[in-house]
């Protein structure tokens, strides 16, 4: 059977094929992993100029509180994430994950206080499970709509704002993690100061009628290009952020996952709402004392990129292992290959060696802190 026979395809698809865009199977869709110029060139522009991109595969998912009151569906969510949601303003947006009962990642996703509902945007291999997950939990107080009628763009680089700034001048108002309803070609679009790049942008809900008319306007500047899901995924590991999956699991907790900034005071041990949300035992005890393995940057010496499920040892000889590679490839920027990996805590420390098993080879690593490159955001 073809690779993408049945296969989902976004608004924009046909946009994609005419630009020569390289389409492969990805959670479920028909995306593009690349276009003429290539990952290498993709990357690069995106940090020096604007990336569009195509991420209308996400989930945006409406949770409406049935009383009426946003508080409601705020304190209803953090019964299924470790997240301050009450405290979260209107037009502001937040970093959180669903847990499971022994603490690990169900899924990691972007919270929208909407003023009288909350909007969150989960990844795309999980989104029918997360859906399913909320029903489940909070349809006592709250509707859960997984918007089908809905494109999602990504507008990432420093020039991002000078981009969208052509269509509404107000962009430059906006500050990280700012959400607003403004107008872009005569339809009302989502936009939030944020994205998985490492680089100043914005992410922008968009009518699926307008998606292609949208994603051609922002092309049509000098200084935006399309850039597929190759080039993501290099911009997103220079930038040291988890791809659910690969770097988080359901196996993976908060602490593991170096994630854990994302739990607020209020939601910790002595918090006006400590707890209440799965695995709380393990994740408050973790905050409080540590864990036995956490999620950290690799340097692998050379320029060839040590790649994903790699095996990695605490020696040359391949006598002590202590992991795998989770994401691995070339960053363009740092000119050199990038790594993440779980490994014990004794092996964490920046500036460890390690050693990774390579085609019989045993390849010397060495440990860094994360992000490996500085980000951007516009605070």
Same mark, same amino acid.
């Given at each position: 059977?073809?690779?993408?026979?049945?296969?989902?395809?976004?608004?924009?698809?046909?946009?994609?094929?005419?630009?020569?865009?390289?389409?492969?199977p990805f959670a479920?869709?028909?995306?593009?992993?690349?276009?003429?110029?290539?990952?290498?060139?993709?990357?690069?522009?995106?940090?020096?100029?604007?990336?569009?991109?195509?991420?209308?595969?996400?989930?945006?998912?409406?949770?409406?509180?049935?009383?009426?009151?946003?508080?409601?569906?705020?304190?209803?969510?953090?019964?299924?994430?470790?997240?301050?949601?009450?405290?979260?303003?209107?037009?502001?947006?937040?970093?959180g994950f669903f847990t499971n009962?022994?603490?690990?990642?169900?899924?990691?996703?972007?919270?929208?206080?909407?003023?009288?509902?909350?909007?969150?945007?989960?990844?795309?291999?999980?989104?029918?499970?997360?859906?399913?997950?909320?029903?489940?939990?909070?349809?006592?107080?709250?509707?859960?709509?997984?918007?089908?009628?809905?494109?999602?763009?990504?507008?990432?680089? %420093?020039? $991002?704002?000078?981009? &969208? =700034? /052509? *269509?509404?001048? @107000?962009? !430059?108002?906006?500050?990280?993690?700012?959400?607003?309803?403004?107008?872009?070609?005569?339809?009302?679009?989502?936009?939030?100061?944020?994205?998985?790049?490492?680089?100043?942008?914005?992410?922008?809900?968009?009518?699926?009628?307008?998606?292609?008319?949208?994603?051609?306007?922002?092309?049509?500047?000098?200084?935006?290009?399309?850039?597929?899901?190759?080039?993501?995924?290099?911009?997103?590991?220079?930038?040291?952020?988890?791809?659910?999956?690969?770097?988080?699991?359901?196996?993976?907790?908060?602490?593991?996952?170096?994630?854990?900034?994302?739990?607020?005071?209020?939601?910790?041990?002595?918090?006006?709402?400590?707890?209440?949300? %799965?695995? $709380?035992?393990?994740? &408050? =005890? /973790? *905050?409080?004392? @540590?864990? !036995?393995?956490?999620?950290?940057?690799?340097?692998?010496?050379?320029?060839?990129?040590?790649?994903?499920?790699?095996?990695?040892?605490?020696?040359?000889?391949?006598?002590?292992?202590?992991?795998?590679?989770?994401?691995?490839?070339?960053?363009?920027?740092?000119?050199?290959?990038?790594?993440?990996?779980?490994?014990?805590?004794?092996?964490?420390?920046?500036?460890?060696?390690?050693?990774?098993?390579?085609?019989?080879?045993?390849?010397?690593?060495?440990?860094?802190?994360?992000?490996?490159?500085?980000?951007?955001?516009?605070?």
């Amino acid at each position: 059977m073809d690779d993408h026979t049945a296969l989902k395809r976004t608004p924009l698809y046909d946009l994609h094929v005419s630009l020569g865009a390289k389409m492969v199977p990805f959670a479920g869709y028909d995306m593009p992993v690349q276009y003429p110029a290539g990952v290498l060139k993709e990357h690069l522009f995106t940090r020096s100029d604007a990336g569009l991109f195509d991420v209308s595969h996400m989930g945006q998912v409406l949770l409406t509180p049935k009383s009426g009151k946003v508080e409601d569906a705020a304190l209803a969510l953090e019964t299924l994430v470790p997240v301050d949601i009450l405290g979260l303003k209107p037009g502001r947006q937040r970093y959180g994950f669903f847990t499971n009962d022994s603490g690990g990642i169900l899924d990691d996703l972007m919270i929208t206080n909407r003023g009288d509902h909350l909007l969150v945007v989960v990844n795309a291999a999980c989104k029918d499970a997360d859906v399913a997950h909320m029903k489940a939990h909070l349809s006592d107080n709250c509707t859960v709509e997984l918007l089908e009628d809905r494109a999602l763009l990504a507008l990432q680089g %420093p020039r $991002a704002e000078a981009v &969208l =700034g /052509e *269509l509404w001048a @107000g962009v !430059s108002g906006m500050k990280f993690m700012d959400v607003r309803e403004i107008p872009l070609l005569d339809v009302d679009c989502i936009v939030s100061r944020s994205g998985y790049s490492g680089e100043d942008g914005f992410e922008i809900s968009v009518p699926n009628h307008k998606a292609v008319a949208l994603a051609k306007a922002l092309l049509s500047h000098p200084h935006c290009a399309p850039i597929g899901l190759g080039a993501r995924d290099s911009l997103r590991l220079e930038a040291g952020l988890c791809l659910y999956g690969n770097d988080i699991d359901t196996t993976t907790t908060p602490m593991e996952g170096a994630i854990e900034w994302g739990i607020q005071k209020v939601r910790r041990k002595g918090g006006a709402r400590e707890g209440g949300f %799965p695995g $709380a035992d393990r994740i &408050l =005890g /973790e *905050l409080e004392n @540590g864990a !036995s393995r956490r999620r950290v940057g690799l340097k692998p010496d050379g320029k060839a990129p040590v790649r994903s499920h790699v095996n990695l040892y605490a020696d040359a000889e391949g006598k002590t292992e202590i992991g795998e590679v989770a994401s691995g490839t070339f960053g363009p920027t740092v000119e050199g290959p990038v790594a993440m990996a779980m490994l014990p805590m004794a092996y964490t420390a920046s500036g460890t060696q390690i050693f990774a098993e390579v085609r019989g080879k045993y390849l010397p690593l060495t440990v860094a802190d994360l992000p490996f490159v500085t980000p951007t955001y516009k605070r």
